[in-house]
């Protein structure tokens, strides 16, 4: 059997000839990733030969220039009968500081979101009581002493201890002569208590809010006595490579083993966020006592092992959408084991918690006869309209293109992305700028954005996002119906390889912008009214930061609209659910929020599809609905 060494690991593996690439790094325990499944779409499992021979079937993904310098697909590659050398290139997602976390959202959101009377009414609270000591037959135990203590101050309400704090109590009393600090949880006719600790630690207490998305999960750390964010980590869901989307890890789900390592791989990354915000703030994991998690509701199910098939069955029924409280030993979360965790309400299969979260950041959750619309642009796309009068909410499968998933060059809007792209009308050669002004990693949403916007504008693709065969331009090279278009040569990019966008993943972008738009079109026709009659137009999502509204309307992602009608709110499930860890009137206004809002499913509407293919076109097949943009082509097509 031949062998294969894979480098720079020099981790090596023998196979039987005709084994796929893919299959022999999994043997070697080499990490390549397959967003596509093994389809040959995605580019993400790009390798170099750098001494034998393989049989490589080419997809039509990779350039001629880099199948000539011996990289191929590791899916679409066979082993021969002779030993190869096989170099994996680092990929963007193992790269340390790929997110940026000193950034706060919260500072994105309008203060009067935050008015002067909000009540800083934290769901966790720290106390100090000073316990009489025990006097000779008065028939008191420790716990009645501090329970009455407790209630002298908190009221005649039932105080309810677990075993684990009455364990601890007769030598925590005695520490510090009776003085403790206890953490407690409110409920309407009762309190929970769950730490005890000697002495006085009110200053040692902390928050954290949870964002589980798709392709991402953040965490904040919040210093509760000031309801002050301390720390911000973000990395990607673990669960990344058992599928991009939600389907995806729906359909992975089906066997037992597989629906219990999907929700030990998200718990795995939100406990190594918890613990690297922790670290930075030089504090233990166990002086976090409350936590709020928001994400969508398939995310959720996998995070608390509950089986998520029927999210995708009709009639589209989830086990829960209310969660109970549960504590964090129970889901698995590294905080105080005692702590309860809050996890957002969720409206339907396909809008959850996340979105409920995100509202609360906007004027949809105010007092306002104003019609707004909020779009979370993720993995999946979800889209709400309304007022103080009515909710009414959608979500539509965007992918995670914006993202950087199953794009060949794609990452995060993190650094050496490119983030802007020019492109010559004359040549097509592109000019470019990346975050942080190094060398290109790839490039993030935002950039491709603005790539496929100038190739439209001058020319280069048409409105179907092919590009153009007829015109002579070394950045475009042609293999059979697939043609590729080379951002960056590879003498010049950080990773040695050149940056590449092929004309399927174009049609992913395509897809991912028809899809968010048709889905807020068709919303609004529920309720009769046009994209003019929006005051604010709120949009989500990590992408959106660098968010260029004139490129993203030149490729019809957004409608046509003045730019200052535009809002963008960051990561807008982690500001929500920071704001309901912060304050009970935030956690209740979000309750009201869920119930309020109406669910359309739009894959029982006729009229999704022909809004969705009808905006499978750069902007669209209606250019009436986008009158700027036509003036701006440089050579009309």
């Known amino acids: 059997?031949?062998?294969?060494?894979?480098?720079?690991?020099?981790?090596?593996v023998n196979v039987r000839p005709g084994t796929e690439l893919l299959e022999a790094a999994l043997k070697a325990d080499v990490e390549i990733p397959v967003s596509c499944g093994g389809n040959g779409t995605c580019g993400k499992c790009l390798v170099r030969i750098d001494s034998g021979e393989v049989d490589f079937t080419s997809s039509g993904i990779l350039s001629i220039i880099e199948i000539s310098e011996g990289y191929v697909l590791a899916c679409k590659t066979r082993v021969l009968d002779k030993p190869i050398k096989v170099f994996v290139p680092e990929q963007i997602e193992d790269k340390e500081g790929k997110f940026t976390d000193t950034y706060d959202d919260i500072g994105l959101v309008r203060q009067e979101l935050f008015p002067k009377n909000w009540q800083f009414d934290p769901l966790a609270v720290k106390w100090v009581v000073d316990v009489p000591p025990p006097k000779p037959e008065d028939g008191l135990s420790d716990l009645d002493r501090l329970t009455r203590r407790l209630q002298l101050e908190w009221g005649k309400k039932e105080f309810v201890f677990p075993l684990s704090i009455i364990r601890q109590l007769a030598d925590t009393l005695r520490l510090e002569n009776g003085k403790v600090t206890v953490?407690?949880?409110?409920?309407?006719?009762?309190?929970h208590i769950v730490g005890i600790e000697p002495g006085d630690s009110t200053f040692r207490h902390y928050g954290i809010a949870i964002d589980i998305g798709t392709t991402t999960v953040a965490v904040q750390l919040v210093f509760q006595p000031l309801a002050k964010s301390i720390a911000t980590r973000t990395d990607y869901n673990d669960q990344i490579k058992c599928g991009l989307d939600i389907i995806s890890r729906i359909n992975y789900a089906k066997r037992p083993e597989r629906l219990a390592e999907l929700r030990l791989l998200v718990l795995k990354t939100i406990n190594r966020l918890i613990k690297k915000a922790s670290a930075s703030q030089k504090i233990k994991t166990e002086e976090i006592c409350n936590a709020v998690i928001s994400g969508n509701t398939t995310m959720i199910h996998l995070l608390l092992g509950l089986n998520p098939d029927y999210i995708r069955l009709d009639p589209y029924t989830p086990t829960i959408l209310n969660t109970p409280n549960l504590s964090a030993v129970d889901i698995g979360i590294d905080i105080n084991p005692k702590s309860w965790i809050f996890i957002s309400p969720g409206v339907g299969s396909y809008v959850g918690g996340d979105i409920t979260a995100g509202l609360l950041c906007t004027d949809l959750a105010s007092d306002t006869e104003d019609i707004n619309l909020f779009i979370d642009i993720g993995t999946n796309g979800e889209i709400v309209v309304g007022n103080s009068d009515f909710l009414m909410g959608c979500a539509c499968s965007a992918g995670p293109a914006f993202e950087g998933g199953g794009i060949r060059d794609g990452m995060r809007a993190s650094l050496g992305a490119i983030e802007r792209v020019e492109i010559d009308p004359e040549t097509g050669i592109a000019s470019y700028s990346t975050i942080g002004n190094v060398k290109p990693r790839g490039i993030c949403g935002t950039g491709m954005i603005s790539l496929l916007a100038n190739l439209l504008l001058t020319g280069w693709i048409d409105s179907a996002g092919k590009l153009n065969r007829t015109r002579k331009c070394r950045a475009i090279s042609v293999s059979g119906r697939h043609a590729v278009y080379t951002v960056v040569p590879s003498e010049e990019s950080d990773t040695l390889k050149s940056i590449i966008?092929?004309?399927?993943?174009?049609?992913?972008?395509?897809?991912?912008?028809?899809?968010?738009y048709s889905?807020?079109?068709?919303?609004?026709d529920q309720i009769g009214i046009r994209f003019e009659d929006i005051t604010n137009i709120y949009i989500a999502g990590g992408f959106g930061r660098f968010l260029d509204l004139k490129m993203a309307t030149v490729i019809g992602l957004i409608p046509d609209l003045p730019s200052e009608i535009f809002k963008y709110i960051g990561n807008a499930s982690l500001i929500g659910s920071y704001m309901i860890l912060v304050s009970q009137d935030y956690k209740e206004k979000q309750l009201k929020l869920a119930n309020?809002?109406?669910y359309i499913d739009l894959g029982k509407d006729p009229n999704y599809m022909d809004k969705y293919t009808a905006a499978l076109f750069l902007p669209h097949t209606d250019m009436a609905s986008f009158p700027s943009v036509k003036p701006l082509m440089k050579i009309k097509i």
Do not use: Q, V
């Not at 953490?183 to 006719?189: A, G, K, V, Y």
């Open 1 to 12: 059997m031949p062998k294969i060494t894979f480098l720079p690991s020099k981790k090596i």
């Open 183 to 191: 953490t407690l949880i409110r409920e309407s006719d009762r309190y």
């Open 519 to 524: 889905a807020s079109s068709l919303l609004l």
């Open 501 to 516: 966008i092929s004309e399927l993943n174009i049609e992913n972008i395509i897809r991912a912008k028809a899809a968010i």
């Open 596 to 598: 309020r809002m109406t």
